[in-house]
């Protein structure tokens, strides 16, 4: 898919950040789609794929992720500034209202916004996230953000992708391994590969009390109100419950839906065809493009 590489500052003017922007025709509904931890803007390139041409897509590398500036200051690797930066972007576009659609770090993000910008939100998707994270999905995160070095060539990045992911993601093959981490990683110059993130974002989500995670969400969950809500969940995810989604639930006043994503853990790559019809449907109700 085609699509123009915006390049801003960051809400602070201390970074240069990227986001890609894909077209859609004239009027057509914005969704702002913000990543997980240690993802990138092409983490949704296959649920990009199927929503192509219906919706302007705008879709951004997080600051210390991707094509965006690493911050020399990792302190600043936290939600509230990551939603700081999204409004930013949104504004340097023109962007009064979007759908958000936030994938773990990136749901967190969504909350976060529509707290401090209560008319953005026309709809929201959440991507195995919600204000109660399970502490052992937590733990399991901590082990493996940070310096890993560089890997000798897309196959023992593959290898590696997979050693991390692979009780997230029990069925899939080496294909699909590979198309994993050449969105996860990048090529340097001399040939080998890295993890396409800041390995001091590992310093955000470290000890019994991460930056990463505010203390409190349920309160941030609350203030949603009306905004229409779908949460997706892996039913093999170590992070999201299924007694923190039934109590999402419970606290959205709201248009609420869930499913669940058969053998899939933390996180559903959203082109699974359980998760790829509940956001179908979502946003036809929700989020209606004029074309389908």
């Given at each position: 898919m085609d699509y123009r590489v915006h390049h801003y500052r960051s809400a602070d003017g201390r970074l240069d950040l990227v986001a890609?922007?894909?077209?859609?025709?004239?009027g057509a509904p914005v969704m702002l789609m913000m990543h997980g931890l240690t993802r990138n803007s092409a983490d949704f390139e296959p649920l990009l794929d199927k929503l192509a041409g219906r919706y302007r897509m705008i879709v951004p590398d997080q600051r210390g992720r991707g094509a965006s500036q690493w911050d020399p200051d990792p302190?600043?690797?936290?939600?509230?500034?990551y939603a700081q930066d999204m409004l930013a972007l949104m504004d340097d576009l023109g962007v009064t209202r979007a759908g958000l659609v936030g994938t773990s770090m990136g749901g967190l993000m969504a909350m976060v916004m529509q707290a401090m910008r209560p008319d953005l939100a026309q709809a929201a998707i959440f991507n195995d996230i919600g204000p109660v994270l399970d502490?052992?999905?937590l733990a399991r995160i901590q082990g493996y953000v940070g310096p890993g070095g560089k890997m000798a060539d897309w196959t023992e990045a593959a290898a590696r992708t997979r050693a991390i992911n692979a009780p997230a993601f029990p069925d899939f093959g080496g294909a699909q391994w590979d198309a994993f981490a050449r969105r996860i990683a990048r090529e340097n110059a001399d040939g080998t590969v890295s993890f396409?993130?800041?390995?001091?974002?590992?310093?955000?989500?470290?000890?019994?009390?991460?930056?990463?995670?505010?203390?409190?969400l349920w309160p941030l969950w609350e203030l949603l109100g009306a905004v229409p809500v779908l949460v997706v969940r892996g039913a093999l995810s170590d992070l999201l419950s299924t007694a923190t989604v039934n109590e999402m639930a419970r606290r959205h006043s709201g248009p609420y839906a869930a499913v669940e994503v058969p053998r899939v853990g933390h996180a559903p790559i959203l082109d699974e065809p359980v998760a790829l019809a509940a956001i179908e449907a979502f946003l036809k109700v929700h989020l209606p493009s004029s074309r389908t």
């Open positions: 890609r922007d894909y077209p859609a025709h004239e302190a600043q690797y936290r939600p509230d500034v502490p052992a999905g396409a993130y800041d390995p001091a974002i590992s310093e955000s989500i470290a000890g019994d009390d991460p930056q990463t995670v505010p203390p409190d």
